[in-house]
C-alpha cells in the first residue's frame, strides 16, 4: 500500500487512505460512510423488502458476504427511524463435501461461522450441501416479477408500520420501561424506581416513545458498540482465515466464473467504467419475457431452476442450431441403440416434445439426459450434460417428473428412476 | 488407439469436432458442416428463389469457405441464386492488396463475377493515410464504418437483391459481449439477427449464414478441403477493443466449447425492458444512408478527417453536427478537443 499524500474530498480534512472510481481519495471515516450509505440506498431503492419481513442472509464466510452482515448489524442497531425494518436469519451452506475438503476441515470452519453467528444474535443455519438430496420436494418458488420500484403498496406499508410502531398504551411504556432496567446492566431497585419516576412525569405519550428510544439507543449503543467495533475486527480476521482455508485458490480458467472475474477486473483497471456499464446495462434487460397476454398459456418453468423455459423458440435460432448439430453427428449411433422400430431420430427429439410409444423415449430404455432435458431451460441443460448417471438425482426431480408430465410411457420411465433411487 | 468416426461408423474418425466433441471422419465432416449451413440458410428463410445475391468477399478464410459452401449448396438444394463476389479495397499496403491476390484466385476457382470497389474511389481516402492522422486506437471504428457503406455501394451499383457475409459465430458472440460490456443496448438487441430488415431506400438486406459455425470448423473445412484463402490478421487490429472480447471467449471456449453457441442463444433471448430510451431510425441529411442521428457516422468520420479533426465522430460530439450540417467553422476550443489523438 502506497502513501497517498492527499486530503480526502469529502471532509478535506483527513489524509486519504484509498482511491476509489478514476480518482477520489477518500480519509477513512468518509470511506465507511460512503460504504454504509451505499448499501442502505440498494436497500431503499430497490425496495423489495418490506418492514417487519423475514430476511435470510446468505454468507459464505467470504470477505463480500460478511461485509453483508456487518452491515446489517449495523444498519439495525441505528436509531428507530433509521433503522433497518426486517427481520434477519443467517445461512451457511457447507458445500466441503463438493470440494473435496476433509470432514475436519469442514468440522473447523463451522465451528469458527457458528461462534460468529451466534454473537450476532441472529437465527443461523449451518446447513450441508449434501441434505439436498434429501429434502422431500423442491423447496424452490418462483420468484416474484420484476418488482416496480414506483409500486404504492411499498410505501404504504412502510407508513403503516411506522404508525403501529408510535401507537402506544400506558401499559406498553410500563413494560417497556420494566423491560429496560432489565436491559441496563448496573440494575437496581433504585435504579427501577427512578426510572419509573422519570417516565409519570411526563405527560404525554409522543415524549415517553420518544424518551424511550432515547434510552433504549443509548444502552443497546453502549453494548453494542464495544461488540461491535472491538468484534468487526475480529470477525474479518476470522473471515479471513475461513476463507483461506476453504478455498483452493486455483488458476484463472479453473472456472468460467473465476474466467470472467478476472477478465472484468483486468479490463476495469484499463477501463474504468467497464463494472459500472456492465452493471447499468444488465438493468435494462431482461432474458425470456412471460407471456403477456391473458390468453397465452402460462410458461412453463425449468424442473430444476423454476425460471421460464427458454428451449421453446424459433427454428432459426442457436438452441435449435445445436440440435440440429447433435442430430448430424451421430445419427447412426442413435438409431443402432434403438429397439424400437425405425424412426427417423431427426423428428423425434428436436421438436422439444416427449415422443409417442416406439420412439426412442420408451420404456424399455433406461430413463436417460434425453427425457430430463425436455423439462429444463437452456442453462441447466449445459449443467445436467456433465452429470454422470441421473440415478442419483435428488427425489424431488422424479415427484416433479412424475406430476409434470402426462405421456404413459414417461410414468414408466419415471417409475424406473422412482425403484433405482430406493434400491440404492 | 483409432477411433471410429461417429457418423458412419466405418471410417476412422480423423478429426474431433470443436462445437460437440464428436469424432468424424473428412467426409462426415463436411457433410455435417454444409448441411448445418443449408438447414441455417432454410430455417432462417435466408434467400428467396431467383435473387441476385453478393458474397462480401475479403479473401480470408471465412469468405472464402462461405462462397465455396454457398456455391456448393446452391447448386446441390438447387436454391436457384445468382451468385456473385463483392470485395472492399480499404487500402491497406501489404494487406489488403495481398488479400485481394487471393479474391481474384478465388473468382477463378469458383467461377464467380467479382466487383471491387476501393476506399479510395469512394471517400478518397485509404486506410493508411486514415491512420497517419487518426493513429492507433480508433482506426477500426473508420475502418468497419466505410466498409458497411462501401458493401451497400457497390452491391447497389451492382444492382443485386441481397448481400451476404461471412461473420461466423465466434464475430457474433464476441459482437454479444462487446455491446454488453459497452453498454450499446441497440446494437444489443440487434447484432444476434441473422438478417438486416429489408425495409428502407438504400438499405439492401444483408444476411450471415454461418452465423452457428464455429470458427475452428471453418479452418478445419478450409484446411481439409484445401481451399486458398489469405491468413494474415490486418496490421492495425491488434489495440482494437474487440481484442478483449475475443481473447476472453476464447478462453471460454477452451474451459466449455459450447460457450460459443451459448453466448449467442444468450444474446438472442434477452429483451429490452419497457421505458428505456432507444434511438430512432431516421436517415441521414447529407447522404440519405440510414441514421438514428442528423448525420450519419460516415459523412461525420469523413467531415473528421477533412477537416483535420480526427477525433469527430470518435466520442459524442452530437451538438457539434448541426454546426457541420451548416458548413460552419467551429470555435478555437471546440477544434482543440477534436484535435488531440494518442497514437
Known sequence: MFRLNRKCMKCKEGTAVLIIRVNDAFCRSCFKEYFIHKFRAMLGKNRVIFPQEKVLLAVSGGAASCSMLSQVQEGLSREAPKKFRFVPGIIY??????????????????????????ETGFTYFIVSLEQVFSLPTSVLVPGTSDPDPSNPSYKQAVDQYIKEKQTLT??????????????????????????ERLFSSMKTLTAKEDMLQTLRSVFSKLLYSFCFYFLSFLRYVIAVLVILTAIDITHDKASIQRLTESFVTNLQSDFPSTVSTIYRTSEKLHTVMPPQSQTAEPASKCLLCHCTLDTKVDKASAFHATLVSEQLSQIKLQDSSLDAPAQSAEQCCTEGQGCGPGGCCSSNRLPSHQDLKMLLCYSCRLTIKDMVSLRKA?????????VLHSSNSFYDVVDDMASQQFHM | ???????????????KRPKTGHSLCKDCFFWAFEEEIHQTIVSAGLFNRGETVAIGASGGKDSTVLAHVMKVLNERYGYGLDLLLLSVDEGITGYRDDSLETVKRNQQQYELPLKIVSYEELYGWTMDAIV????????????????????????????????????????VAETVLMNVLRGDIARLRRCTSISTASDGEGAIPRCKPLKYAYEKEIVLYAYFKKLDYFSTECIYSP??????????????ESIRPSSIIDVIHSGETLSIKEGVKMPVQGTCSRCGYISSQALCKSCVLLEGLNRGLPKLGIGKHHRLHGKILAQESLTEQEEKKLKAVDF
Open chain 1, 93 to 118: 451452506i457447507d458445500d466441503g463435501g463438493a470440494c473435496g475438503r476433509s470432514a475436519e476441515e469442514r468440522q473447523r470452519s463451522n465451528a469458527l461461522l457458528k461462534s460468529i453467528f451466534t
Open chain 1, 170 to 195: 400506558e401499559e406498553n411504556v410500563a413494560s417497556a420501561v420494566a423491560q429496560l432496567s432489565i436491559a441496563d446492566s448496573a440494575y437496581s431497585p433504585e435504579r427501577k424506581l427512578a426510572l
Open chain 1, 394 to 402: 435428488p427425489h424431488s426431480w422424479v415427484q416433479s417428473l412424475r
Open chain 2, 1 to 15: 488407439m483409432p477411433v471410429q468416426c461417429s457418423n458412419c461408423v466405418q471410417r476412422r474418425a480423423v478429426l
Open chain 2, 132 to 171: 497517419k492522422q487518426v493513429g492507433l486506437k480508433n482506426n477500426c471504428t473508420f475502418c468497419g464504418v466505410f466498409r458497411r457503406q462501401a458493401l451497400d455501394r457497390g452491391a447497389m451499383m451492382l444492382k443485386v437483391d441481397r448481400i451476404c457475409t461471412g461473420h461466423n459465430a465466434d464475430d
Open chain 2, 239 to 252: 489495440n482494437a477493443y474487440r481484442g478483449h472480447a475475443r481473447t476472453f471467449l476464447k478462453d471460454l
